[in-house]
């Protein structure tokens, strides 16, 4: 049977089926008819109980039909077959607001609801039991019409009076019932509105934050001293050693150096070539350290070096300006590297430190920006070249 | 609190102009740019040393002084804009195809330690014809990466810059061909 019988009871009784058909569904509005005291389920304004509906059937339905004149909010007491739902049946109103709220889509659901509920009801025949007084088929047509969610304003003009006699709970004019606030067709809160704005704010503050930590990030990128630091096992001689580091005067001749192979001091007034030069024989202390003043890396390898490592490390040198190598010997590790005032000792030519070390230092630790590293000596005689006076043009 | 985080963000902005980053094609150019003016500085030194025509020697002084500048306005950039000198990215990743014009750690262009050397260590005439062949390879390499920048860049001081290069030394690509011939030489590309 359609729920619209109900709505509109032709008197006769509601059956079982029809009663399951348009009980409520749990979250609906109990309609906590307070007046009524149907001891023996009121068929009349009981709210429904889902859960006993159909076994109150019999005077029920017939209260039910009336109950369906009775604009009462759908109760939200599915299946709460206990015996002291009375008690929770007044204090419905209460919670009638929320469970209105739910009334819509209850309404909604009724009929899955109500099938439901139908399947719950033979199951629940025992809490049917126990609680006559709280099922209500009539409840069903209350059901419908607290679908409406109106308050507790009669709905259902079509009310009849119910074959009990009894004055419908709700009655037309809500008389006798417990006010309750009156309810939205749908929700008490319209959520999607809400929901838009939330959802672009959230969007936008995360954009905006992203942005602002990445210029955060590109602002603040660690210096080439910070990057230096942070490589293992370099020594940095402007802490260790600042007075050596501080020297740098021209000197002719042959000189002596403190650190082995040397990261600074007095040096020759020629730079030994360093645009990416890959010599194969030693090279002046003197002439080198001039090209680390010029802020080129100089990587000294022990002349034993395996063949392969040579070219691993020429590979990282070759045709590439502010660079030179040259075996070095005498050197205490298989490989060293310098740049003015920073030095790393290292076993190996596939040791990842040698790549940080020349992007830290190079270009980085010279002490003259704008110098170069062309034009420099290009012989590798482990002396030094010291100028002949004037060099004549062109020669 | 929304019109808070965006007033705070815009002062962020406004702070400061908006500098190009580590990876970007004009730090990659600057970085680049500045090691290939690097051995054509190198090679006019030679040059301007050692080359027997006059006219040679000119423009090789004049090449060496303008490149060597025009290094320093691109090591200022890097400076300016928070970056450093150094990448780890291979060079000429910042162009299209900018890593199948390389040449192991060559630009185009580029000359090796060898012929360098060979340029460094001779005489007469074959200076002449040596720094011509390989300076007007060079800067044909050089308008390649200078086209390769100003396709993709808007920053007016890159395009100033990238413009007046490419005005320069087509004007010496041109000047070095022509001396070529008169010496009864041919470029090499």
Redo the contacts between chains.
Sequence with gaps: MSTGDVRRPSGGKLTKAVAADIRKPKDEVDEAGPRDDDANGGADSKPTSSGATSTATGSRAAGSKSAGSRATPAKATPAKATPGKRSPAKAAPAKAAPTKAAGSKAAASKTTASKTAASKTSPATEDAETAPSKTEPAKASAIKTSGAAKSGAPTRPATKARPGGRPPVKGAGGRGRRPVAPVKVHSERNWGPIALFVGA?VA??LI??F??IQ??R??H?PT?QEKAAGIDGLVDYYKTDPQVVGQKEHAAGILTYKMNPPVAGNHNGRWQNC????YTSEVAKEHAVHSLEHGAVWIAYRPDLPANEIETLA?KV????FMLMSPYPGLDKPISLQAWGYQLKVDRADDGRI?QF???L???ATLE??A????GI?DATGKPMDLPNPPA??? | MLLVALGFVAGLLTGRPSWPAEASAEAGFARDMSEHHGQAVEMAMIAYQKATLEEIRTVAGDIAITQQGQIGVMQTWLKTWGLGPNSSRAPMSWMPDGEAALDGNRMPGMATREEVGKLRSATGKEVDILFCQYMHRHHLGGIHMVDGVLKVTARPEVRELAEAMKRNQGFEVDLLEKILTSLGAKPLV
């Design positions: 704010g936008a503050i905006i934050g942005a602002a210029l955060y590109q602002s990128q080439w645009m990416g030069d890959v590979s070759r045709d590439k300006e790549d020349i992007d830290a190079r270009k980085n920006p704008q170069g590293c062309s034009g290009t043009p062109g020669s």
